[in-house]
Nanobody
Framework: QVQLVESGGGSVQPGGSLRLSCAASGIIFSRYVMGWYRQAPGKERELVAFISINGYTHYSGSVKGRFTISRDNAKNTVYLQMNSLKPEDTAVYYC??????????????WGQGTQVTVSS
């Protein structure tokens, strides 16, 4: 049974920081691309950042330079360090684990989400 459990969300003032964690179980973590997505009220879910199995990282333009994604394969955990938070970062943040076989078949797993609210 695959589980992705996010933690670290909460409320913070603009300019503040939060660190999200996502602990994975039931998968061979080191083989999965790990990502963070977010969904604000009334908007579609969007990619925030992902990290590949060899540590390559990609960020959306809206968070580049403020957020940092990292992974610890020994702990089966992916992190999202969020600095200089803005009100527009307010959303539910979801952890994603993705794996594509050599035949192109993809497996995706999602966490339950954690709320991040940035407000003064």
């Amino acid at each position: 049974q695959v589980q992705l459990v996010e933690s670290g969300g909460g409320s913070v003032q603009p300019g503040g920081s939060l660190r999200l964690s996502c602990a994975a179980s039931g998968i061979i973590f080191s083989r999965y691309v790990m990502g963070w997505y977010r969904q604000a009220p009334g908007k579609e879910r969007e990619l925030v950042a992902f990290i590949s199995i060899n540590g390559y990282t990609h960020y959306s333009g809206s968070v580049k330079g403020r957020f940092t994604i990292s992974r610890d394969n020994a702990k089966n955990t992916v992190y999202l360090q969020m600095n200089s938070l803005k009100p527009e970062d307010t959303a539910v943040y979801y952890c994603n684990a993705g794996f594509t076989t050599s035949l192109g078949n993809r497996s995706d797993y999602w966490g339950q989400g954690t709320q991040v609210t940035v407000s003064s």
